[in-house]
């Protein structure tokens, strides 16, 4: 949902400015949480950091994830300030792009990360 909430930001940008204002939060939001249940759901089942080396990496992905996160929630959240004050177009945008590329990069880190852990585990032999 994260990224499609950023794909569809891209198209607003151009034809609906004012509507970043609270399209980016929401969308920062969801990559926060995406990042959530992962870390819940690894608690869940009793995996902690200390037991094992595929433990500590598992916290060290999340951990990274949630800094990531954060960072694009602050962004969003000034970008959405900019935009409901107008102050975000199609030809003013150096801001948009910049968390754009990060958003972007911590939604595909997110996904890696989600594929490592879940995904690798249960393909080893």
Known sequence: LAGLALWLSTWWI???????????P??????????????RGHWATGLRGYQSAY???????????????????????????????RMADGRIRAG??????????????GAVGLALTRLFPVLAP
Do not use: H, K, N
């Open 26 to 39: 929401l969308g920062a939001l969801l990559t926060a949480a995406a990042g959530l249940v992962d870390f």
């Open 55 to 85: 433990g500590a990496s598992v916290y060290a992905i999340a951990g990274l994830q949630a800094v990531l996160a954060a960072c694009v929630i602050l962004f969003a959240a000034g970008m959405a300030v900019r935009a409901a004050r």
């Open 14 to 24: 151009r034809t609906r400015p004012r509507q970043l204002a609270w399209l980016l």
């Open 96 to 109: 948009y792009e910049a968390l754009a590329l990060l958003w972007g990069y911590t939604v595909l880190q």
